[in-house]
C-alpha cells in the first residue's frame, strides 16, 4: 500500500500533463496537494515537517533554478530589445542553410557548452528562444532543446552531477566519469541522429544524417573520453560542446563583419566569461568568492536541520544577469530599457514561477516523507540479479521528479552502490548508471518542460510536449539499461 501511495504524485502529474493536457501549472498544483495529504495520511508525515519540507523545496526553485530561468530569457529578451538576435540569425543562416545542421549547431553544440557551463536550464531555454527566431515551429524547437539537452547533463554545470556523485559514494571520480562517458557512447552518436531527423525525416536525407550523426557523435566520444579519463569531471561536456561547435562552424563562413558578430554575441560572451572565471578551473578566485556575500537559512526537518545556502557571487543566475546587463549597455541600451524588459519577462514567466515551485516542493515532500526511497527500493528488490538493466531507471525517476541529474544523484547515489555490493557488480559502474538514467530523465522533467514552454511563450502547452517527448526518454532508458546490463 505504501508503495501504491508513494507512487501516485509520479502517475498523476504524468495523467495530468500527457493525458488530460492540463497545464503545467494547474497540473503541479493538484499534484502537490495530493502528495501533502498522502504524505500527512499515508506516511505520517508531521504538519510542521510537511511545511518545512515545502519551503526548503521552495528556496531550492527560486534559487538556482527560477533565478536563473528568468535571466536565461532575460538575456534572450534583451537581444530582441537591441535587434541583436537578427544579427545571430543572419550569422547562423550564414554558417549553413542547411536547417539540419542549424538544429545539431544550436541543441547540441552551443547548447552543450551552456549546460557544461551554466546547467539549471540554460540549454534548454536558450537554444528553444532563437530556434523559435530562426522559424522553426515552438513545440519542434522546445522539443529538440530538450531532446538534445540529455547527454551533456551527465557533466552539467561544470561536472556538478558526477561530482556530487563521487562525495556521496566515495567513489573515485575519474572512474565515475569514465564510466559515465562509455555507458552515454552510443547516445552520442544517436542523439545527433534523432535531432537530424526530425528536422528532415526524408528517406533521402537518411545517409546525410548517418554521416553527420557519426562525425559529430565521434568528436564528441573522443572528446568526453579523454577529458573524463585524464581531466576528470569538470571538463567532458566543455569540451564536447566547444569540439562539436568549432566542427560545425567550418561548414560556411559568415559574411558578416566580425565587429558586428562580437557586438550581437557580447551578452552570451560575457556570460560564458564569468562562467568560466569562476568555475572550479579557478579555484583560488571562486574559493575567495564562495565565502562572500553569502545567505544561509536553517530549517528543521525529520529531528534534524537542513542547510540552504547561497553564494551570490559564484550563482549562475547572478552571473547571467551580470553578463545581459553588460552586454545590454555595449549593445546600446539604456539602464532604464533593461529594467522595464527584465519586468516584462518577470510577468512573462509567472506560470513558470508556480509550476517550478510547486514541483520541487512536490520533490522534497517526497524525499523528507520516504516516498522516493520506497520506490527505489521496490524496483531493487523486485528485479534482483536483473537490477542493472533497471539501474537507469532508479537516475531517470530522480530526476523526472526533482528535475536536476544532481539532486538525482544525491538521492539515489548511495542506492545505487549499496545495491553493487549485494549483487556483486563493481559500485562505480552501478553508480553512474544512476546518473546515465538522469540524464535521459532530463528529456521529460516537468521543470525542463516548463523552461522550454516559457522560451517560447508556449505557457499551457507542457502536456503536448511531454507526450512528445516521452518516447525518446523511454528509449534513452532503455538503451541504457541494456549497455549498463550487458558490460556489469
Known amino acids: 500500500m505504501t508503495l501504491i501511495l508513494a507512487i501516485i504524485p509520479v502517475l498523476l502529474l504524468i495523467v495530468l500533463m500527457a493525458f488530460f493536457k492540463m497545464s503545467g501549472d494547474k497540473s503541479s498544483i493538484i499534484s502537490l496537494i495530493v502528495t ?14 510537511l511545511f518545512y519540507s515545502f519551503l526548503y523545496g521552495a528556496l531550492k526553485a527560486v534559487s538556482p533554478i527560477l533565478i536563473i530561468i528568468l535571466m536565461a530569457i532575460f538575456s534572450y529578451n534583451v537581444l530582441l530589445k537591441t535587434e541583436k538576435m537578427e544579427i545571430i540569425k543572419q550569422q547562423f543562416t550564414s554558417i549553413s542553410t ?19 557551463m551554466a546547467g539549471f536550464g ?14 522553426f515551429k515552438p513545440i519542434f524547437s522546445a522539443t529538440v532543446s530538450l531532446i538534445a539537452n540529455s547527454v551533456a547533463t551527465a557533466f552539467g554545470a ?3 552531477p558526477v561530482l556530487v556523485l563521487a562525495k556521496e559514494t566515495n567513489l573515485d571520480v575519474l572512474h565515475l566519469s569514465t564510466n559515465v562517458v562509455l555507458q552515454l557512447s552510443v547516445l552520442m552518436f544517436l542523439i545527433p541522429l534523432v535531432l537530424l531527423f526530425l528536422t528532415n525525416p526524408k528517406l533521402k536525407a537518411l545517409p546525410k544524417n548517418i554521416f553527420l550523426a557519426l562525425l559529430v557523435g565521434g568528436v564528441s566520444l573522443a572528446g568526453q573520453y579523454l577529458a573524463a579519463r585524464y581531466m576528470g569531471a569538470e571538463s567532458p561536456a566543455i569540451i564536447y560542446g566547444k569540439l562539436t561547435a568549432s566542427k560545425e562552424e567550418k561548414e560556411r563562413k559568415s559574411t558578416l563583419r566580425t565587429k558586428d558578430i562580437l ?28 565565502n562572500n556575500w553569502i545567505t544561509r537559512i536553517s530549517l528543521p526537518i525529520n529531528a534534524s536541520t537542513v542547510n540552504y545556502t547561497i553564494s551570490w557571487l559564484t550563482h549562475a543566475g547572478v552571473l547571467l544577469f551580470l553578463g545581459t546587463f ?8 539604456k539602464v532604464k530599457e533593461l529594467f522595464i524588459v527584465l519586468w516584462n519577462t518577470v510577468k512573462q514567466l509567472k506560470k513558470t514561477f508556480i509550476t517550478v515551485i510547486c514541483l520541487v ?38 530526476t523526472f521528479i526533482t528535475g536536476s541529474d544532481t539532486s538525482s544523484n544525491i538521492l539515489f547515489g548511495k542506492l545505487q552502490a549499496s545495491v553493487a555490493g549485494q549483487i556483486h557488480v563493481s559500485p562505480d559502474w552501478l553508480s553512474a548508471a544512476n546518473t546515465v538514467g538522469a540524464t535521459g530523465g532530463k528529456i521529460i522533467s516537468p521543470q525542463s ?5 516559457s522560451a517560447g511563450n508556449q505557457q499551457g502547452k507542457e502536456g503536448e510536449i511531454l507526450k512528445a517527448a516521452i518516447p525518446y526518454a523511454l528509449a534513452y532508458v532503455v538503451i541504457t539499461g541494456i549497455i549498463v546490463y550487458i558490460f556489469s
Not at 501533502?36 to 515537517?49: E, H, Q, R
Open 36 to 49: 501533502m495529504l498522502i504524505a500527512l495520511f499515508g506516511f505520517a508525515f508531521s504538519v510542521d515537517n
Open 98 to 116: 542547411d536547417k539540419s545542421i542549424q538544429v545539431l549547431l544550436l541543441t547540441w553544440g552551443f547548447g552543450g557548452l551552456l549546460e557544461a
Open 122 to 135: 540554460t540549454a534548454v531555454a536558450i537554444p528553444a528562444a532563437i530556434l523559435i527566431s530562426l522559424g
Open 158 to 160: 561544470i561536472g556538478t
Open 263 to 290: 557586438n550581437a554575441w557580447s551578452i552570451y560572451l560575457l556570460i560564458l566569461f564569468l562562467i568560466i572565471l569562476t568555475s572550479p578551473l579557478f579555484p583560488e578566485l571562486r574559493s575567495t568568492l564562495e
Open 326 to 333: 553588460i552586454g545590454g549597455l555595449i549593445q546600446g541600451a
Open 361 to 398: 516542493g512536490l520533490s522534497t515532500i517526497m524525499d523528507a516523507s520516504g516516498m522516493i526511497a520506497i520506490i527505489a527500493s521496490a524496483l531493487a528488490t523486485a528485479t534482483g540479479s536483473l537490477y542493472p538493466l533497471f539501474a537507469p531507471v532508479i537516475g531517470c525517476l530522480g
Open 449 to 453: 518542460i516548463a523552461i522550454a514552454t
